[in-house]
DNA sequence: AGGATATGAGTGGCCAGACCACTTTCAAAA
DNA sequence: TTTTGAAAGTGGTCTGGCCACTCATATCCT
């Protein structure tokens, strides 16, 4: 019968409890001891299913306070495919190649998308491009943002990360033409466009890194 | 310092242990109480740590054998991730468009290289279309290898999962034909009508999948 | 001698009870 | 009214115990 991993049948009655009694990412569940108690386990055991939600980011425990659904939804998810995706023989290349194929995705999402494509945004992001301190990241994410994929949005963070965060520094005066080109084309929702300037901007920078040497 | 938590002290420990020792899959890692004994810490607390690996599918545990290095990761997470984080159709939205979108960037990628557009492969894969027992999955994971990138194979993976194994079953006689356009499609290396049809038959099975009353 | 059986050591599964460290609360003291 | 501090509640950890199961070994019967 079902015996043994009683531990998963916890955390099987603590999701169903979650969905009767309604409570939401952020609120607080029942503390250790009451648990056990209702549902008729020890507590080590109640912990030890608790413990695996926590690692994946399900719940949060402050002590002294309780245990608290999180709000971060796939937050840690994320985090978690990394551990399995990216632990051993990912090669730069893969790693590149994946992080530039979500933002492009995002970019013909954005065109693709009409409302997206004429928003306000666009004019301000035109305007901060002339700032100095202007960050290339802040440029990309914000295009990431848009594309209304949150999940893609988290992994290209991840993959940013693990591809030695090829968008460091700030916007340097050659490239703000060929950004701009970017934005006009996601304008007037041409994404062919904008994808193709995108992918030369992206090029141009890696081998500018290279030059200078930067390393992972 | 570092307060609270030990749990996931013994979590990198462990890691850090399989990693030195050179535990392969398949392997036993020694027993919980050796284990708390050389570490310094209680059986229970040590308990946390290993139910967390076990849920994250890390490791296998048998009772009366012993603890084993598991060879088959995600096992259960996917299942409990899915019943826990999945749970606003945004989130359902964005994986089965990320998916999709890995997919996309495959075909495309196979498209682009013109050796793997000329390979056997896609001879063998149409014969093997005509097969019953064909699995609707298999043709998809070849498209993922083949485009040569790992990562977004393994993200791939993980991904179909989550979204409900979309590609469940086999090959009916109605989809041999589209799937036929598309490997000559990327044989003759146009992307744009692989993709397109790829698409077409990916939204057709979606529907044919809420049809059919299928769910997560 | 050979096969069936009992036994004991080792292992994970589970539990009860006990401290500790920390947070919040609220009543008593200033 | 403000400050203080004691108590209650919570998660973090450890100890020690018992149970259920597996496996190798020794033992017994044919």
Redesign the interface.
């Known amino acids: 019968m079902n015996q ?1 991993k009683r ?2 049948d916890i ?1 099987r009655d603590i ?1 169903d409890m979650i969905r009767q009694e309604k409570i939401k990412p952020g609120d607080r569940i029942p503390s250790e001891r009451e648990l056990a108690e209702t549902m008729q386990v020890g507590r ?1 055991t109640l ?3 608790l ?6 980011g ?1 719940i949060e425990t402050r ?1 002294g306070e309780g245990t608290f659904l999180s709000d971060h ?2 937050q840690k ?1 994320v985090e ?2 990394s ?4 632990q051993d ?3 730069h290349e ?2 590149w ?2 992080r530039l ?2 933002e ?2 995002a970019i013909q999402a954005i065109c693709r998308n009409e409302a997206a494509s004429q928003m306000k945004v666009w004019e301000s992001l035109r305007l901060r491009l002339e700032d100095e301190s202007f960050l290339r990241e802040d440029f990309v994410r914000e295009l990431m943002v848009l594309s209304g ?4 949005l988290k ?1 290209w963070f991840l993959l940013k990360q693990y591809s030695g965060n090829p968008y460091d520094g700030t916007v340097s005066s050659e490239e703000i033409g060929s950004m701009n080109d970017i934005l006009a084309a996601i304008e007037r929702q041409d994404a062919d466009t904008a994808i193709h300037g995108f992918k030369a901007w992206s090029e141009w920078l890696q081998k500018e890194r290279i030059r200078n040497g930067n390393d992972s």
């Open positions: 043994s531990y998963l955390v999701r080590s912990r030890e299913a413990r695996s939600l926590e690692l994946l399900l002590r939804r796939n998810l978690v495919l551990t399995f995706v990216l023989n990912q090669s893969d790693v190649e994946t194929l979500h492009v995705a994929n949150r999940l893609s992994i």
